[in-house]
């Protein structure tokens, strides 16, 4: 099976820009889990979708936004970005009942 | 709810020991241990699940006491490859896992 894909795999935008990154998760997984890695922070829980629907949500501002498509496809919105944002943005899917997540190789988002 | 791991870094010689602590402040469904090499995506290494354990490598293992809400992973007999960082992630319920900051590994000759 495939990995889970991560687009872009690096990004440039600059204060007060929208981004949007795209997530990809392993064939037949339902559940798509998003994380913000910055360092000294470890992974930050943004959200998590299933069958399109939001299922947690973690503590970041409504700046960051999701959804999840049919597909199970998986995007990710920062609205007016700041410089705080720049982070390594990660993403996990998961399927079946062990709970395991399979990290996507992560979009790394750098604001000027 | 972001887990406390400790301790925040480790340096270990090739065939020695080591032992990381993921400690909760809610009641866990699951403790999810991670192992994230510098410029990888983290890479699952196993999952406990309240009342039971699981492990998933050979030398490397882990507890779960449902009680006082800790985890705790063993490496044993560490290999140069055991480098990178751990990181615990908690379920306390709702498929919300959150992890910890991590726990930095490093394994010299």
């Known amino acids: 099976k495939a990995g889970v894909t991560q687009t872009p795999r690096y990004l440039i935008k600059t204060r007060g820009q929208q981004v949007t990154l795209s997530c990809s998760p392993i064939s037949g997984h339902r559940s798509v889990s998003w994380y913000q890695q910055t360092p000294g922070q470890g992974l930050q829980f943004l959200f998590e979708y299933f069958s399109e629907t939001q299922r947690n949500k973690g503590n970041f501002p409504g700046r960051f936004s999701g959804r999840q498509f049919s597909n199970s496809r998986s995007e990710m919105n920062v609205s007016t970005l700041e410089l705080g944002d720049s982070a390594l943005y990660l993403c996990?899917?998961?399927?079946?009942?062990?709970?395991?997540?399979?990290f996507g190789p992560g979009t790394r988002l750098t604001v000027t | 709810q972001q887990p406390v791991q400790s301790p925040q870094a480790v340096i270990l010689r090739e065939g020695e020991d080591a032992v990381i602590n993921c400690s909760s402040s809610?009641?866990?469904?699951?403790v999810h241990w991670y192992r994230q090499k510098h410029g990888e995506a983290p890479v699952f290494l196993m999952i406990l699940l309240k009342g039971g354990e699981q492990k998933g490598h050979e030398k490397i293992s882990a507890s779960f006491n449902e009680k006082k809400q800790q985890s705790s992973l063993y490496l044993t007999a560490s290999q140069l490859s055991y480098s990178g960082t751990y990181f615990c992630g908690t379920e306390s319920g709702a498929n919300n896992l959150f992890f910890g900051t991590g726990t930095r590994l490093t394994v010299i000759p």
């Open positions: 809610k009641a866990l469904y699951s």
């Open positions: 996990a899917s998961s399927g079946g009942t062990s709970g395991l997540r399979y």
